[in-house]
């Protein structure tokens, strides 16, 4: 599989042409090969996660089409997908994507206050990234941790029985590591290969 085998002209929001390069494709290849000939949509998950991760942080409607044109899906099939999953960004996204969970258990347990604190101390309104792009608060279903109660998640890590002060701590230690170089989606990716 190479670049040349994608049907269209599409483009990231720099105009810079869409593409994986040889080395990922070639992993992408292995990928799809996991699975029975003519079930490469099974594919599909790791292969938004590594696009997202490697093209730029988010999933444009180009990276999109242009997946779905390695995968031989019908575009609508994976925006179908993409669409659904919250791991999946269709905006950029702060260094730091902190999702707190909404569901029952967590709500019950006192997430909603814990999102209006985040709100007030980050001065942004869920789904929305701060100006200095460090963050991006969004809330989320059942993150399987619901014994915690209440449960956020940012990036890599899990953070449990969340109060005012342990969103303080953790808001502090984030923007001291600010320069480390991990991405919301390198957890999915390191998985793949
Ligand atoms: S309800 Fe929040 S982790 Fe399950």
Redesign the pocket.
């Given at each position: 599989m190479t670049t040349n085998d994608i049907k269209y002209n599409l483009y990231n929001r720099d105009n810079t042409p869409v593409a994986f390069s040889a080395a990922t494709l070639e992993k992408i290849g292995m990928l799809i090969r996991r699975y029975p000939e003519g079930q490469q949509k099974s594919a599909l998950l790791p292969v938004l996660h590594i696009a997202q991760e490697e093209l730029g942080g988010y999933l444009t409607v180009d990276i999109m089409d242009y997946v779905a044109s390695l995968l031989n899906l019908q575009p609508i099939e994976v925006y179908e997908v993409a669409t659904f999953y919250t791991m999946f960004y269709l905006e950029k996204v702060g260094k730091y994507v902190i999702e707190v969970?909404r569901?029952?258990?967590?709500s019950i347990m006192g997430?909603d206050p814990i999102v209006e604190y985040l709100e007030e101390t980050l001065r942004i309104r869920t789904g929305e990234t701060t100006p200095d792009g460090l963050f991006t608060l969004k809330t989320v279903e059942?993150?399987?941790?619901?014994g915690?109660?209440?449960?956020m998640q940012v990036n890599n890590e899990f953070y449990e029985r969340l109060t005012t002060e342990r969103i303080d701590q953790i808001l502090d230690d984030l923007r001291k590591n600010k320069d480390l170089d991990k991405s919301p989606g390198s957890r999915w990716v390191e998985k793949f290969y």
């Amino acid at each position: 599989m190479t670049t040349n085998d994608i049907k269209y002209n599409l483009y990231n929001r720099d105009n810079t042409p869409v593409a994986f390069s040889a080395a990922t494709l070639e992993k992408i290849g292995m990928l799809i090969r996991r699975y029975p000939e003519g079930q490469q949509k099974s594919a599909l998950l790791p292969v938004l996660h590594i696009a997202q991760e490697e093209l730029g942080g988010y999933l444009t409607v180009d990276i999109m089409d242009y997946v779905a044109s390695l995968l031989n899906l019908q575009p609508i099939e994976v925006y179908e997908v993409a669409t659904f999953y919250t791991m999946f960004y269709l905006e950029k996204v702060g260094k730091y994507v902190i999702e707190v969970c909404r569901t029952g258990p967590c709500s019950i347990m006192g997430s909603d206050p814990i999102v209006e604190y985040l709100e007030e101390t980050l001065r942004i309104r869920t789904g929305e990234t701060t100006p200095d792009g460090l963050f991006t608060l969004k809330t989320v279903e059942c993150l399987g941790a619901c014994g915690y109660a209440p449960v956020m998640q940012v990036n890599n890590e899990f953070y449990e029985r969340l109060t005012t002060e342990r969103i303080d701590q953790i808001l502090d230690d984030l923007r001291k590591n600010k320069d480390l170089d991990k991405s919301p989606g390198s957890r999915w990716v390191e998985k793949f290969y």
